[in-house]
């Protein structure tokens, strides 16, 4: 039975829930822990019995007293936490949105659990250490490292010595060298279920019992809806199901074996007001993130070097497993605890607004490790990630000074953390055995790797001041200068601050250490971290939602917001660019997908401002499109030593004529935090690998899954406890359904984008892919060759491009778009599409589509992909129609030994690429090309020829003419520029 403890020397009290917490609280205040007689508290999951009642008696909670430094407070009192003037720079001192990325700067509590733990050696290894080689790795025999060969596809693999991702044991079955066997786990799970050796569906009558269960639980409408539905009679008994509404369907899911643990609720109490917190334990998630047999075949043990060629000069990153700190801490674990398996933890967190109005709010945590794949991780459908816990998203508005409360916020945060991650204290010390999916059980050191956040969760974490980096100790009037010659702050010196509370200098050293005086921050006792290299790059919040929004800000206000506008509205259509038909300067609450869609065009929006003169209009161009190539750069999915000395390259362009901002009135300085955190991105790549390893963005998408729809399932009363349940229920769920999938000798298929553990090649070839039938079954010769005003599809040419003299036909099938997949590296995804379409009107006669006929790369010559140049092999074209021709109409004009096309395009030819980019926005320039005549140079052209679709910029000669459109831009400019941001694709082969 739990009882409940309070510091007299602190401000909190807090509900014991085992013996090792309670153990923590006397070794660390042995002279000031009082136990109170207070209701007792159940650590029960939420599946069996409640916790409290809310009418459970209480004594009279204790009055808000101070904390070690007293209890009538000032400014003075609490360095650091003092008023948004001192703590929180404004817009016009940093250019920064104050809550921009969350609607608070942090949340946090007073810590309440206080371990004494020994305190491991920081490990602080520098860059190169990584690069040693090692001896040869001394591996158990039949116990695979990683089910890939040392040399794959003309990647050369150096894997890390010693006796790393060794196994202490190993199932008979768990597979040989090069396969790992799921079945293992699977038939574990399998035996955990009653019924299962007779019916594959159990605890499911049928499949049909299961399907529909599966259905109302990931699929459906709700609990009610569904009890509606089943509530018709004859329902259940048409379908055969074994219940009758949500109940006893709960009740079925509720006897199926946990993979993951459940849900627990502590209490804290601060200032005399509880507040719950609802976790589960660490090692036990990360127990089920290693030992999913689904993702056994794709786990990585040990680190590796990749590199590009045999002579290891040109370094490759790209999963968390080729990056320098798994090396170098595998290195230190080595060296004290042999045969160590790193266990990388990833955590994120973030406050999520689950209501439109009323500001109600979640603030979740969640869990992966490094061994998993990006491209599980990345997948919520792939559970490769785990809710760890809701803390609580209390402002402490009770607490009525505002610098008091901001510190009390803070020590909040630090202490549920704290909370969550003491077990790693020892695990990443001592190991803990870990079975993985395949029945292999390894020593594993579950160490936190990283932590991924926006700016005010930075800060949160690190305890640093606003408006500082949170990675280096640059001061904040430095931010803006290039290079940042600063190294990582000192883990080492933030510690020992840390563990000098009580003491009468703590203050002055936290100073010294330029973090704020926090109560022992949750990293103090972490073995092998460093917090300040943990905190990660953030493509969403510090380039697209932080520079590329400052960027455009600043275009606007030199080029004229009604300019930018006007051209935003012409821009010629393109698949995957979206129209702002209104313009993108009055947008307000801009998402950052909408930035990043911005970021496509905005090049092509400040070509020929008439407002400037030529020397301002280079150095603008040239800033500008050095950002755009950082952004571009900094998202590949894999790098090498020469792409992060290109990304460098592009930072410093940028600094070097960063001052035409300032000249031209749209800036007074760049000591932005955002701006400066962009000198980081090569040397974190090098550590933690490309930044889709841990981007905001995949945060942002659990939100909708662990968040919001949960939120929505419950009737907003005492929401986290029906929250948590339904979550539990869903992963349940899921998870039988992959033992279904495996137990009906259908395994699932591999989550696309798992052959980059290989690196993805980045020409990355499109296959065509065209619907069954037409989209229009016969369109007339005439109607193809009339105008686009005349509901044509403008192929003027057409019967002279065929070069038949008579036709055998009045009327072709015509298509109306190209699909491009690539089956092998992203499944059935759709990479591009091209558009060969006319005006669609509706029954009144107005205009209902607008045509769109889209412009194409075609490859003119055959060559292999190695050898491939599309500047010389591609020309480009517009496709103004996509039909066919019967094989007895083609036979007349095509020799006998050539294969008949299936689809033909009529195409209209731009000029050839000249070989010379245009050198100040480093664009390829193209025109329409024309014949002697005045004509327009046309062909009728196999449709495989076609490559896939390409964006032009028009070069706009000065303001825009009100007559344009952007249907009709393709048409009334003559001059174009190649766009090389429409997508990475097209940036990797002409940017």
């Not at 033909?904 to 193209?926: C, H, M, Q």
Request: aromatic share 10%; with cysteine; hydrophobic share 35%.
């Amino acid at each position: 039975m739990s009882n409940d403890f309070a510091c007299s020397g602190c401000s909190v009290s807090y509900k014991r829930i085992n013996d090792l917490n309670l153990h923590w609280i006397k070794t660390n205040h042995p002279k000031c822990i009082k136990k109170s007689h207070r209701p007792k508290f159940s650590s029960q999951p939420f599946n069996s019995t409640p916790m409290i009642s809310d009418k459970d008696e209480q004594d009279e909670p204790d009055q808000f007293v101070g904390d070690f430094f007293g209890q009538d407070y000032g400014d003075k009192d609490f360095p650091g936490f003092g008023t948004d003037k001192d703590d929180i720079s404004s817009d016009k001192d940093n250019g920064e949105i104050s809550g921009s990325d969350n609607d608070e700067p942090g949340y946090s509590l007073e810590p309440v659990w206080e371990p004494s733990r020994p305190q491991p050696a920081v490990v602080v290894e520098s860059m190169d250490d990584d690069d040693m080689i090692l001896t040869p790795p001394r591996r158990p025999p039949n116990v695979p490292l990683r089910n890939v060969p040392a040399h794959r596809d003309g990647i050369h693999v150096v894997k890390f010595g010693g006796q790393a991702g060794a196994a202490v044991s190993s199932s008979p079955n768990s597979g040989s060298q090069s396969f790992r066997n799921s079945s293992e786990g699977f038939n574990a799970y399998k035996a955990s279920i009653q019924g299962s050796d007779r019916n594959q569906w159990a605890p499911f009558t049928s499949r049909m019992d299961w399907e529909v269960a599966r259905w109302a639980k990931l699929r459906g409408t709700g609990s009610t809806a569904f009890d509606d539905l089943l509530a018709i009679k004859g329902v259940d008994e048409a379908l055969g199901l074994s219940y009758r509404n949500s109940k006893e369907l709960n009740h079925i899911i509720d006897s199926i074996p946990p993979r993951r643990p459940s849900f627990t609720r502590e209490e804290v109490v601060i200032a005399g007001e509880a507040f719950d917190i609802y976790k589960r334990d660490i090692l036990e998630c990360i127990r089920a993130l290693y030992g999913n047999p689904d993702h056994c075949k794709y786990m990585c043990f040990v680190p590796e070097r990749h590199y590009a060629h045999a002579n290891h000069t040109i370094r490759l990153f790209h999963d968390f497993h080729t990056g320098k700190w798994w090396w170098a801490t595998q290195k230190a674990v080595e060296a004290d605890k042999p045969g160590a398996t790193i266990v990388p933890v990833i955590l994120s967190s973030d406050k999520a607004q689950v209501t439109l109005f009323r500001n109600k709010s979640a603030y979740p945590v969640y869990l992966t490790i490094g061994n998993l794949p990006k491209e599980i991780r990345r997948k919520p459908s792939q559970q490769g990630q785990v809710l760890l816990a809701y803390l609580p998203t209390t402002r402490l508005e009770h607490i009525k000074n505002k610098v008091s409360r901001r510190q009390a916020v803070t020590n909040l945060f630090h202490s549920c953390m704290k909370n969550l991650l003491a077990p790693l204290e020892t695990a990443g010390i001592d190991g803990v055995e870990l079975q993985s999916g395949d029945g292999v059980v390894r020593r594993c050191h579950p160490i936190l790797a990283a932590y991924v956040g926006d700016y005010p969760e930075q800060v949160l974490i690190t305890t640093v001041f606003y408006g500082d980096c949170a990675t280096c100790p640059t001061e904040k009037d430095e931010l803006g200068d290039y290079p940042c010659r600063e190294d990582f702050r000192s883990m080492a010196d933030a510690v020992s601050a840390a563990k000098m509370i009580g003491t009468d200098v703590w203050t002055e050293h936290c100073f010294n250490s330029n973090i704020k005086p926090v109560q022992h921050p949750f990293w103090e006792d972490l073995p092998y971290t460093d917090i300040f290299r943990s905190i990660t790059p953030d493509l969403l919040h510090q380039l697209y939602q932080g520079v590329m929004k400052h960027l455009i800000e600043w275009l606007s206000h030199i080029c004229s917001a009604e300019e930018i506008d006007a051209r935003v509205r012409r821009l010629p259509p393109s698949h995957g660019m979206r129209q702002f038909h209104k313009g993108i300067t009055t947008l307000s609450r801009v998402s950052g997908a909408e930035h990043k869609q911005m970021c496509s065009f905005l090049l092509g929006l400040i070509i020929d401002i008439p407002s400037l003169s030529v020397h301002q209009s280079r150095k603008l161009l040239t800033a500008t499109r050095s950002l755009l190539d950082f952004l571009y750069t900094a998202s590949f999915p894999i790098h090498t030593t020469e792409t992060l000395k290109s990304l460098d390259e592009s930072l410093e362009t940028f600094h070097i004529h960063k001052q035409i901002f300032v000249d031209l009135g749209a800036r007074e300085h760049f000591n932005l935090p955002k701006l400066h955190s962009l000198a980081h991105y090569s040397r974190a790549i090098q550590l933690y690998d490309t930044t889709d390893n841990y981007n905001t963005e995949t945060t942002e998408r659990l939100h909708i899954d662990f968040t919001k729809d949960a939120y929505h399932a419950t009737n907003h009363k005492d929401e986290y406890a029906q929250m948590t349940l339904w979550l539990e229920r869903q992963e349940k769920v899921t998870y039988h359904a992959t033992y279904i999938e495996w137990r009906s000798s259908c395994p699932p298929v591999s989550p696309p984008g798992l052959v980059s553990m290989q690196p993805i090649d980045m020409k990355c070839i499109y296959q065509q892919k065209f619907i069954n039938f037409p989209s229009v079954k016969s369109v007339g010769l005439s109607k193809l060759e009339d105008t686009v005003e005349n509901r044509g599809y403008g192929a003027s040419q057409l019967t002279d491009a065929l070069a038949l003299t008579v036709l055998p036909f009045t009327s072709v099938p015509v298509w109306h778009s190209i699909k491009f997949i690539n089956e092998d590296l992203y499944g059935k995804e759709t990479l591009d599409v091209v558009l060969s379409r006319p005006r669609r009107y509706g029954a009144d006669g107005q205009i209902t589509q607008r045509f769109q006929f889209d412009v194409v790369m075609v490859k003119m010559k055959d060559s292999s992909l190695e050898n491939e140049d599309l500047v010389r092999d591609m020309r480009l074209a517009r496709v103004c129609a996509i039909f066919s021709i019967s094989d007895k109409s083609l036979r007349t004009v095509l020799p006998s030994n050539l294969p008949p096309p299936k689809h033909l395009a009529y195409v209209e030819w731009f000029t050839k690429f000249n070989l010379n980019p245009d050198s100040i926005t480093g664009l390829y320039r193209v025109k329409l090309q024309m014949k002697p005549d005045g004509t327009r140079a046309v062909s009728v052209i196999p449709a495989s020829m076609i490559q896939r679709s390409i964006n032009l910029f028009p070069k706009w000669d000065g303001p825009v003419h009100p007559s344009c459109t952007s249907e009709k831009m393709l048409d009334t400019c003559t001059t174009f520029f190649v766009n090389p941001f429409r997508n990475h694709h097209t940036y990797i082969n002409i940017g």
